[in-house]
């Protein structure tokens, strides 16, 4: 199993009510269940106020490395994918574990 994490941070002066950064998160949230190779998928605002502190989380799991880049090159994904670069800096975390 992999799991993909997507810590994201919002861009210096915008906010959660933001209209685009509303939109985005839920964008991100509506694309995991309508992709196939995602197993599981969750995502959260974060409540931390510290300067490290992220705003927004994904976490998703697929199969296999296969299904990751199935997933990562979905046109669906691509497009949210983008409207979140325009709101957040984005880190991520991909790793495989034993189901």
Avoid at 12 to 17: A, P, V, W, Y
Wanted: net charge negative; proline share 5%.
């Amino acid at each position: 199993m992999i799991r993909h994490i997507v810590m994201m941070k919002l861009k210096d002066g915008l906010g959660r009510d933001d209209p685009g950064v509303v939109a985005a998160a839920d964008a991100l949230t509506a694309l995991g269940p309508a992709l196939e190779p995602v197993r599981h998928w969750e995502t959260h605002w974060c409540f931390g106020s510290r300067p490290v502190s992220n705003d927004f989380v994904l976490i998703c799991d697929v199969d296999d490395e296969a299904a990751l880049q199935a997933y990562l090159t979905d046109p669906e994904h691509r497009k949210v994918a983008a409207g979140l670069a325009e709101h957040f800096v984005l880190s991520v975390a991909d790793f495989s574990y034993a189901a």
